[in-house]
């Protein structure tokens, strides 16, 4: 498939007024429409999104029946005021949430967006040793070169030196390190990386002194390693130290939650419950901006009365929004009742031996569910001034008509749930002629 020609420009001549999420160039785009799995720009250019927007758009960007409940509920009361009470939708999704998590959740406080889950996740564990008579733990842990959000504390616990323009962050964090990095870093064999990681870790809490530590917080797959998973092994040890140290494991599964790991969380793929789970992107299909922290038992119990209602202050004014609230429960309803479980597990055996041999030769697929990674072996090779191989990679693809994620040396996709095999063979076509043109022929 050739490139597609560029068009003059649809920008307004004048941007200054508007502050971009990452800086504007020459492949920013201006959209204008969505339909299915694919978005318009200004211009009229088509591109096929194999990236869900950014892990959010599972149900594609034309879904009716979340939709429609986003319409009813604006027409029936698009806000309530919060410190007087709830509304009828938002405790619905809390108890769909509770009964689609592990066992052992048993509530969910509902907010805006993931940076502001972990936030509350980490105001939870702290207030939860407090009031049980140990209010001198307070530190976080957890993985260098993870992401955990754009917001002070969120950003703290991202342990990139990207961050580190902001300044010295929340005090108390600490950094520890994932399997993948001391494969990467160290040679150590992959047989041996979650043991001696999760050795690490606890020599990590004792040296801190585990009187001072409150949380362990990571991400079950690790995305801006190019899709880092570590085995099921690590978590069950990780759940142990935290258990025998009195701390609280805390899963930010922002990106992995609602079935892209082929179960609705990875919690139950990996088989260990966490104390907290942070959840957001696919919460709503990317029909309103949500996210919910949810809640096990025994943290629970410190937010009321055993019989009686939770409450977790302060909090923000759009948080359980009626309709952002509307668009969670159709979509956690319709991953339920149209059994997206089963939909995620055949698209991803159609898609990933296809991607497989795509990636064979020029590098290391990791696959989980409908979440790919590709670490690209070429990464130290000259780029002649066009950046990081990965960045190469997702420029090839855009400019064919194709989105898709890459940074450093890799590059990762997250098909949304309703790709058709049709879409994913044109995906996978559009990718292989990038990797051509980037990496040179499969070996």
Not at 8 to 21: G, H, I, N, Q
Not at 51 to 69: H, K, L, N, R
Not at 306 to 329: K, Q, V
Not at 337 to 366: C, S, W
Request: hydrophobic share 45%.
């Amino acid at each position: 498939m050739p490139a597609q020609e560029s068009a003059a420009s649809p920008w307004p001549t004048d941007l200054s007024a508007y502050c971009f999420e990452v800086p504007h160039s020459d492949d920013s785009l201006l959209f204008s429409s969505a339909k299915g799995v694919r978005l318009t720009d200004a211009t009229g250019r088509s591109f096929l999104d194999a990236m869900s927007g950014v892990f959010v758009s599972c149900f594609g960007y034309d879904c009716e029946p979340i939709a429609q409940a986003v319409q009813q509920q604006l027409h029936t009361m698009p806000f309530n005021p919060p410190l007087h009470g709830a509304n009828q939708a938002a405790l619905d999704l809390a108890r769909a949430l509770v009964d689609l998590a592990p066992e052992g959740i048993t509530a969910a406080k509902l907010v805006n967006g993931g940076s502001e889950s972990i936030e509350a996740a980490i105001r939870l564990a702290r207030l939860y040793h407090r009031s049980h008579g140990r209010p001198d733990k307070v530190k976080v842990l957890s993985h260098y070169h993870g992401y955990h959000g754009a917001t002070f504390g969120s950003l703290t616990l991202t342990g990139r030196p990207d961050v580190s323009r902001f300044g010295p962050g929340l005090p108390g964090v600490v950094h520890v390190w994932p399997p993948d990095c001391l494969e990467e870093f160290w040679g150590v064999a992959p047989d041996r990386s979650a043991a001696l990681a999760a050795e690490m870790i606890e020599r990590t809490i004792e040296a801190e002194g585990a009187d001072s530590v409150a949380a362990l917080v990571i991400e079950p797959v690790i995305h801006l390693r190019g899709m880092a998973i570590p085995s099921a092994d690590y978590f069950a040890r990780l759940r142990d130290i935290c258990d025998r140290h009195d701390i609280l494991l805390v899963f930010d599964e922002i990106v992995t939650g609602f079935g892209r790991t082929g179960q609705p969380f990875a919690a139950q793929t990996f088989g260990v419950t966490p104390d907290l789970m942070c959840v957001g992107k696919g919460i709503s299909g990317g029909y309103a901006p949500l996210a919910a922290v949810l809640i096990g038992e025994r943290i629970a119990a410190v937010l009321g009365d055993a019989d009686g209602a939770r409450a977790f202050a302060p909090s923000h004014t759009y948080a359980a929004n009626p309709m952002a609230s509307a668009a969670g429960l159709a979509a956690v309803t319709l991953f339920n009742d149209g059994d997206y479980l089963t939909k995620v597990r055949e698209l991803a055996q159609y898609i990933e031996p296809r991607l497989r041999q795509l990636v064979a030769g020029r590098g290391t697929l990791r696959a989980i569910g409908l979440l790919y990674g590709a670490k690209l072996a070429d990464a130290d090779a000259d780029d002649g001034g066009q950046g990081p191989i990965g960045e190469r990679v997702a420029r090839a693809c855009l400019r064919r008509g194709l989105i898709l994620r890459g940074q450093d040396d890799w590059f990762v996709l997250a098909p949304a749930f309703v790709t058709t095999r049709a879409e994913a063979d044109e995906a996978l076509g559009i990718l292989g002629e990038a990797l051509d043109e980037v990496c040179g022929a499969a070996r």
